[in-house]
Antibody, heavy 122, light 108 residues
Framework: EVQLVESGGGLVKPGGSLRLSCAAS????????MNWVRQAPGKGLEWVSSISSSSSYIYYADSVKGRFTISRDNAKNSLYLQMNSLRAEDTAVYYC???????????????WGQGTMVTVSS | AIRMTQSPSSFSASTGDRVTITCRAS??????LAWYQQKPGKAPKLLIY???TLQSGVPSRFSGSGSGTDFTLTISCLQSEDFATYYC??????????FGGGTKVEIK
């Protein structure tokens, strides 16, 4: 079964750090670009970051640039998001999502994890 | 950044209805548009990509159309399991990839 499972969320104080992980299974992880998408409570979807299959291309939303770092370990079939200098507005469910490569560049997301909640509060 | 505007933001409909959701891009995006369905507490599900291509396993009552700046998602005969929130997303210009604000389809 094709599956993505996020972990690492939790409660953190403003200015703190957190590292999210996403474990992939059921497909050749190293062949796909991957993404993080977040959703604040009661709000819509916000793309956070993308990383290409070989980590050659990395993109960030302006709202997280300089604070968040996306990475991957293809040997471990894992995607990561290192989040530093966290703010209250980073509070959200964070999803990892696979890009099926329909467009040959960052595109739609066909497989999503169940999400992990990050709460930034003092 | 390309802004995606969905309308309406919410509406009520009955099972069996034909419903249409609109998504407008702030600039032309060719056909680089996807539609997602999200139910409460669940991850989004890809319905349509490339504006009109149905994702594998998605029922044929869902269809998408449009190109350039104006797009529509149509559900030909609304089923009980279709009550959810729907999002459009452009992937023509990045970063950032951007989503519409969502359209909630509620039971009348």
């Amino acid at each position: 079964e094709v599956q993505l499972v996020e972990s690492g969320g939790g409660l953190v104080k403003p200015g703190g750090s957190l590292r999210l992980s996403c474990a992939a299974s059921g497909f050749t992880f190293s062949s796909y670009s991957m993404n993080w998408v977040r959703q604040a409570p009661g709000k819509g979807l916000e793309w956070v970051s993308s990383i290409s299959s070989s980590s050659s291309y990395i993109y960030y939303a302006d709202s997280v640039k300089g604070r968040f770092t996306i990475s991957r370990d293809n040997a471990k079939n894992s995607l990561y998001l290192q989040m530093n200098s966290l703010r209250a507005e980073d509070t959200a469910v964070y999803y990892c999502a696979r890009d099926p490569g329909y467009s040959g560049s960052p595109g739609a997301f066909d497989i999503w994890g169940q999400g992990t909640m990050v709460t930034v509060s003092s | 950044a390309i802004r995606m505007t969905q309308s309406p933001s919410s509406f009520s409909a009955s099972t069996g209805d034909r419903v249409t959701i609109t998504c407008r891009a702030s600039q032309g995006i060719s056909s680089y548009l996807a539609w997602y369905q999200q139910k409460p507490g669940k991850a989004p599900k890809l319905l349509i990509y490339a504006a009109s291509t149905l994702q594998s396993g998605v029922p044929s009552r869902f269809s998408g159309s449009g190109s350039g700046t104006d797009f529509t998602l149509t559900i030909s005969c609304l089923q009980s399991e279709d009550f959810a929130t729907y999002y459009c997303q452009q992937y023509y210009s990045y970063p950032p990839l951007t989503f519409g604000g969502g359209t909630k389809v509620e039971i009348k």
